[in-house]
């Protein structure tokens, strides 16, 4: 059932990418329906998935990255309707396409352990969800300012001068992603810690190797922590210390590869405490 | 009918020149003028700072051209003599393909500058209100319309800036966004740092302050641009951390601002960006002072070289554009020549109607037999039927007719259609003809029925029979 949704996604990633070579209007106008119809196309395939499990399909990492595809794709869209910018388009595409790669091939099996309950955990991994969307804005919003900062620094005025927004909008845009970002962040492990909490005082919890695992010695939820400093220094410190622009873009660059890095290989291969 | 232009441009007349045929101010006065000459059916003026051009259509081509070269030279007193080497005139085709490129921006002095498109609809918009555009040169406007605007959003050839200052604008757009609430620093009290701040006041940067060694010069230049402060040389450095964007245009002859003070300015600015713009030569700021984060220095070669790239990048775009143009036409042509079939299709269906009518009438008689009240019912069946019959018995041929490629084969088949119909226009043939050749999705004239009479005069026509 993923396969629909990465269908569309590469269809809409085609037209964004025409858009922003050729610069029409109708060519955009497409693209954004396009992408309309996979968000719309996801909903339905999550909506599937909810009915079939009784929750929300978050808690087994295949499933949760069907569904932080499905929650970026819409914080694009928001963000492109709130901007009428279409440009950063043919730069997050990718992404989606990329990461829904991994559903549409190996769609998993969504379980859900005793463990797993009560509202703590589900705020947990939908505040985390929604830090990550932002952060992944946030990254390709930094890659498309680096990017025009290059070309008017080495005055070579062209391809990206002609299609991106100003050097100020993406600066703004970024740090109101990091900001969204990081307050989500924050929130998602913070629950973590109380849920963590939680569990261990379960019956369960003594024969269970994830929560026995869950401490700052897992590499999920050290790379979290980790994370979280980055984005805490770029939030608070970077700019204090006039680290605007181009520091801060490449800030998000690489604290959205450390989210990558936690999102995808620990979650698989590492990781003892979320291994669901 | 004939479409015409008479006039000159930028390409045919020096500014001299232009600036005593300008109509800019007296447009309908000319139109009106115009009318009453009666050489014209239709007419436009378009007058811009590079051009002045009087579009008509007409019956008699070289009647209009002679006079409306000889109305331009008397409406503004210029020797006949004089204008004659500049005016050029085109015809037909060659005309409105010639209205399609001006407002493309294709025959504009800078290629694809944007303003002629509004000059083009405001001349139109102008004429509409004399009533003296009618349905050839409405299309024919229109279709102008649609040309400039597909070669603005189809083609970069209005992209960016073509002169300096407009470049050091466009530059400070892209890095700053909105420039309102930003601060220009104008150091030099000369010409270009004066029309570079002037741009920048008119994108509606907040504070514009000019720093000069003469004060009294500082303050000449505030004044010339309006509503700009002037601070004292000592000031400099107090001024630059609260500004933006800087403009240099000193001539001093040696460096203003070194690294070092760039640096030092950086510093309590957070490293905020600073968009130093060097207009002077020799350069008033040091070249390395670029390499310092979230400086953007760019001297005069800088925006030059800008500037050459954007007109080389319009240039490429040219092609492009005429084809646009060349499609429109093109749609133009074929509307224009579907025009020349209604006569035809009229006097086809005249013919039709009227033998549906008479038929009609004879049956009246043969109605008759039927009782009184069943009569009414039957006569509109009747009526209702033979209406269909003749609509679809003359669809294809009305669709076929429009749709031939060239005027002689058109007449061919006009004349065939005429001989095997024994077909002969109505005495009001021709206002018939204006009629039912405005396809129903024709953009409106304005112009009020009355006058489109008193335009569209009858033609003089060897039968005066009428078919009805």
Redesign the interface.
């Known amino acids: 059932m993923n396969s629909v949704p990465l269908a569309l996604y590469a269809a809409a990633l085609i037209a964004y990418a025409w858009h922003f070579a050729r610069r029409?209007?109708g060519v955009g106008l497409t693209a954004t329906t396009v992408l309309v119809a996979a968000a719309l196309a996801h909903t339905f395939v999550i909506g599937m998935q909810t009915m079939e499990a009784g929750h929300v399909p978050i808690t087994s990492t295949t499933p949760f990255i069907s569904t932080f595809v499905w929650l970026l794709a819409l914080a694009y869209l928001y963000l492109e309707m709130s901007t009428n910018e279409r440009a950063m388009g043919v730069f997050i595409l990718p992404l989606l396409v990329a990461l829904q790669t991994i559903p549409a091939l190996n769609p998993g099996v969504e379980e859900r352990s005793a463990v797993l309950q009560g509202p703590l955990f589900s705020l947990h991994v939908s505040s985390l969800l929604f830090a990550y969307a932002s952060f992944a804005l946030a990254c390709v919003i930094g890659i498309t300012y680096v990017l025009?900062f290059k070309e008017?620094?080495a005055?070579h005025?062209g391809f990206f001068?002609?299609r991106l927004?100003?050097?100020?909008?993406l600066d703004r845009m970024n740090q109101w992603m990091i900001a969204i970002g990081w307050v989500f962040l924050t929130i998602g492990i913070i629950v973590g810690l109380m849920f963590a909490a939680q569990v261990r005082a379960l019956p369960s919890a003594a024969v269970d190797p994830r929560v026995q695992a869950m401490s700052l010695g897992d590499p999920k939820i050290f790379v979290a922590l980790v994370c979280w400093a980055v984005y805490s220094f770029e939030t608070f410190g970077a700019?204090?210390l006039?680290?605007?622009?181009?520091?801060t873009a490449y800030l998000s660059a690489l604290g959205f590869a450390i989210v990558l890095l936690n999102f995808v290989p620990i979650s698989y291969f590492l990781t003892r405490s979320h291994d669901f | 009918m004939h479409i015409l232009v008479v006039g000159l441009s930028h390409r045919t007349a020096p500014v001299e020149l232009r600036e005593r045929v300008d109509f800019q101010g007296r447009v309908e006065s000319a139109l009106r003028a115009l009318a009453a000459r009666g050489s014209t059916d239709e007419a436009v003026v378009l007058s811009t700072c590079n051009r002045a051009e009087l579009y008509a259509a007409c019956q008699d081509a070289s009647r209009a051209r002679a006079d409306l070269a000889g109305f331009m030279s008397e409406f503004h007193g210029v020797d006949r003599k004089a204008l004659a080497p500049h005016v050029y005139d085109l015809q037909d085709l060659d005309a409105a393909r010639h209205l399609l490129r001006v407002a493309a921006g294709l025959d504009s002095l800078v290629v694809g500058e944007p303003q002629i498109l509004g000059q083009v609809k405001e001349a139109h918009t102008l004429a509409t209100g004399a009533q003296t555009v009618g349905p050839i040169l409405n299309r024919l406007f229109h279709a102008s319309f649609a040309a400039g605007k597909r070669v603005r959003t189809e083609t970069g050839l209005s992209s960016g800036a073509v002169s300096v200052s407009f470049a050091a604008v466009s530059l400070a757009r892209k890095i700053f966004g909105d420039l309102s609430g930003r601060s220009v620093l104008v150091i030099g009290a000369g010409e270009m740092g004066k029309l570079t701040a002037q741009h920048m006041k008119s994108q509606g940067v907040q504070r514009v302050t000019i720093v000069s060694r003469t004060m009294a010069h500082a303050l000449h230049t505030a004044e010339a641009i309006g509503g700009a402060g002037a601070v004292p040389w000592e000031e400099l450095d107090a001024v630059l951390c609260a500004s933006d964007i800087v403009i240099t245009a000193t001539g001093a002859g040696s460096t203003i601002l070194t690294k070092a003070h760039v640096e030092a300015v950086m510093r309590p600015r957070r490293n905020q960006p600073l968009f130093i713009i060097d207009i002077a030569v020799p350069r008033d700021v040091e070249a390395a002072a670029g390499e310092i984060e979230q400086v953007f220095l760019y001297n005069i070669d800088d925006l030059q070289a800008t500037v050459q790239e954007n007109l080389a990048r319009r240039a490429s775009e040219v092609l492009r554009a005429e084809a646009i143009v060349a499609e429109e036409v093109s749609r133009f042509s074929q509307w224009l020549r579907s025009r020349g079939a209604v006569p035809t299709v009229v006097a086809l269906r005249q013919k039709f109607e009227n033998i549906r009518r008479a038929e009609l009438e004879r049956l009246d008689f043969k109605l008759s037999s039927l009782p009184t009240e069943a009569r009414p019912e039957a006569r509109a069946c009747v009526d209702e039927i033979t209406r269909l019959l003749v609509e679809k018995l003359l669809l294809t041929p009305t669709e076929q007719l429009k749709a031939l490629g060239d005027q002689d084969t058109l007449a061919a088949h006009a004349e065939a259609l005429t001989r095997l119909f024994g077909l002969s226009p109505s005495p009001d043939g021709e206002r018939e003809t204006v009629r039912a050749s405005a396809d129903p999705e024709d953009p409106p004239t304005g112009r009020e029925p009355s006058r489109r009479v008193e335009f569209f005069r009858p033609k003089s026509k060897p039968s005066s029979g009428s078919g009805r």
Do not use: D, H, M, N
């Not at chain 1, 927004?165 to 909008?169: A, E, I, R, W, Y």
């Not at chain 1, 006039?242 to 520091?247: D, H, K, Y």
């Open positions: 029409s209007p025009l008017i620094k005055k005025l001068y002609a927004p100003s050097l100020q909008v700019r204090r006039g680290w605007g622009g181009r520091r």
